[in-house]
């Protein structure tokens, strides 16, 4: 099958970062039959709060990964929302004017609840892009977690921005109660990444959400990408399903060939 890989990290805690290391990953994602892989940057290496230059940093890093492959990787804009709406907007434009990146990716500088969001909507919407959104059920973490978004706040996002397409990340991490908050929602998607496969959770996303909300994704190099593959495809759904997921529906979502 042909598979499209929604969430990756080829440069993760500075790896990865060589040329050599780009190669070979290429050509381990292409032995598994993964054709694209969207890259959502080194998101960690400067702490859950990089500051604009660390950002710029980061994004021009997934767009050399692009100059060096144009037609395997796809850039996501990594940002901070703290730092407020020019420097959102002024980076969010740089990554689609200069490298052409078709998302924002978002991590744990903030809840997905947090006023300062309307500075990533704003983005979105001016620049078409889709916002991929960190997301872990808060049952599954302790206190001092705060800035990590349960499922619920990325659902409220979503239900607070119709005209934003918006994927909660970590189908494993938000788990069934998950999928019930995202339910019912036409903008908003939910990755496959995060942790080991849990057996049901892909059938019960299929059943709530319907093949066409659920996207393939790994969350490489932390996961293995065979295991989340096969998760699919040894989930008890159509063949038409497992296509969509792996494969149509983030080519639809990004506009990919």
Same mark, same amino acid.
């Given at each position: 099958?042909?598979?499209?890989d929604v969430?990756?990290?080829?440069?993760?805690?500075n790896? /990865?970062r060589?040329?050599?290391?780009?190669?070979a990953?290429?050509?381990?994602?292409?032995?598994?039959g993964?054709? !694209?892989m969207?890259?959502?940057g080194?998101?960690?290496?400067?702490? &859950?709060?990089p500051?604009?230059?660390?950002l710029r940093?980061?994004?021009?890093?997934?767009? !050399?990964?692009q100059? $060096?492959?144009?037609?395997?990787?796809? /850039?996501f804009?990594?940002l901070n929302?703290?730092?407020?709406?020019r %420097?959102?907007?002024?980076?969010?434009?740089?990554?689609?004017?200069?490298?052409?990146?078709k998302?924002?990716?978002?991590?744990? %500088?903030?809840?997905?609840s947090d006023?300062?969001?309307?500075h990533v909507?704003?983005a979105?919407r001016?620049?078409?892009?889709v916002?991929?959104?960190?997301?872990w059920?808060?049952?599954?973490?302790g206190p /001092?977690?705060?800035?990590?978004?349960d499922?619920?706040?990325?659902?409220r996002?979503? !239900?607070?921005? &119709?005209?934003?397409?918006?994927?909660?990340?970590?189908?494993?991490g938000?788990g069934? !109660?998950?999928?019930l908050?995202?339910?019912g929602?036409?903008? $908003?998607?939910?990755?496959?990444?995060?942790?080991?496969?849990?057996?049901?959770?892909?059938e019960?996303a299929v059943?709530?959400?319907?093949?066409?909300?659920?996207l393939y994704?790994?969350? $490489?190099?932390?996961r293995?990408?065979?295991?989340?593959?096969?998760?699919?495809?040894?989930?008890?759904?159509?063949? %038409? %399903?497992k296509?969509?997921?792996l494969?149509?529906n983030?080519?639809?979502?990004?506009?990919?060939?």
């Amino acid at each position: 099958m042909r598979i499209i890989d929604v969430h990756t990290h080829p440069i993760f805690f500075n790896d /990865g970062r060589r040329e050599t290391e780009v190669e070979a990953l290429v050509a381990h994602g292409r032995a598994l039959g993964i054709e !694209r892989m969207i890259s959502l940057g080194d998101v960690l290496r400067y702490g &859950p709060r990089p500051d604009a230059p660390h950002l710029r940093k980061l994004n021009d890093e997934s767009a !050399r990964l692009q100059r $060096l492959h144009p037609d395997y990787f796809v /850039g996501f804009c990594y940002l901070n929302p703290r730092l407020g709406e020019r %420097a959102v907007m002024a980076e969010a434009e740089r990554c689609v004017t200069k490298h052409g990146f078709k998302g924002i990716k978002l991590e744990i %500088a903030n809840n997905a609840s947090d006023p300062c969001m309307k500075h990533v909507m704003k983005a979105a919407r001016t620049f078409g892009l889709v916002v991929l959104q960190h997301s872990w059920s808060s049952t599954n973490f302790g206190p /001092g977690m705060q800035d990590h978004s349960d499922p619920d706040d990325t659902a409220r996002l979503a !239900r607070q921005n &119709p005209e934003v397409n918006i994927i909660m990340a970590h189908l494993v991490g938000i788990g069934f !109660r998950g999928v019930l908050a995202a339910k019912g929602l036409p903008n $908003l998607y939910v990755d496959t990444s995060g942790g080991f496969p849990e057996e049901g959770l892909v059938e019960y996303a299929v059943e709530h959400l319907g093949a066409d909300h659920v996207l393939y994704g790994s969350d $490489l190099p932390i996961r293995e990408c065979s295991a989340k593959i096969g998760s699919i495809l040894g989930a008890r759904i159509s063949e %038409a %399903a497992k296509t969509r997921i792996l494969h149509t529906n983030t080519a639809q979502l990004l506009g990919l060939n």
